[in-house]
């Protein structure tokens, strides 16, 4: 019975991944997507200054815990970049679908699969009579000290996030922590950089469609 359920589970997030996306030579698509997909950075209408970075923080909130905030400036007549870096984050399974930092198809089948987490760098940069958006969201997998299901009694280490304080201490922590401690770099996760882009410049646009024509 315990093996039908689990063959059940595996067979449901197969058949997920293969109708949400196709693996091509470039990478992983999604469904409904061409294969190049948004620029990376994405430009973006110019509206006041704080308001897009309002815009980009409320996006980058919903799927990370922001850490560091640097909004745009102006300074000596010159318009400064503004940036946010988040907080690392375990990825969401296929049992958490409130939750949206995995993207349908493979990153939620690993995510369900393998212990992971997640990491932004956003920078939004004034270019002329435009912003440039530009999204960095990194992969790393957990690298345990021994396999989970073990008969050889050992320490546990911990190297996750999995009680987000919002407390100084802890932001400290994680800043003053060895980069990739009990983690191993898996490169960068292309198709949430895609969905937080495509958010964001719709959420700008329909910003600059609703402020009232002088």
């Not at 595996?10 to 949400?20: K, M, N, S």
């Not at 699969?113 to 920078?123: E, M, P, Y």
């Not at 940069?125 to 960095?136: A, F, W």
């Amino acid at each position: 019975m315990a093996r039908f359920t689990i063959l059940l589970i595996v067979g449901f997030l197969l058949t997920g991944f293969a109708a949400c996306g196709k693996v091509s030579q470039g990478g992983w698509q999604m469904a409904g997507t061409s294969a190049q997909g948004l620029p990376n950075p994405v430009s973006v209408p110019m509206v006041p200054r704080e308001l897009i970075m309002d815009e980009v923080a409320d996006e980058v909130d919903n799927y990370f815990r922001i850490l560091r905030e640097q909004q745009i400036r102006l300074t000596d007549n010159i318009l400064t970049e503004g940036w946010i870096d988040t907080a690392p984050k375990i990825g969401s399974t296929c049992f958490e679908p409130w939750r949206k930092d995995s993207t349908k198809g493979f990153e939620l089948l690993h995510a369900s699969l393998q212990t992971v987490r997640r990491w932004a760098r956003v920078r939004v940069i004034p270019n002329g009579d435009q912003y440039l958006v530009d999204i960095k969201v990194y992969k790393e997998l957990e690298d345990l000290e021994q396999p989970e299901i073990s008969s050889i009694s050992g320490p546990t280490w911990r190297h996750d996030n999995a009680l987000d304080f919002d407390s100084y201490e802890h932001d400290q922590r994680l800043l003053d922590a060895p980069p990739n401690r009990g983690w191993i770099p898996m490169g960068r996760d292309f198709s949430l950089e895609q969905q937080m882009l495509s958010n964001i410049r719709e959420r700008v646009t329909q910003l600059c469609n609703e402020r009232p024509r002088r």
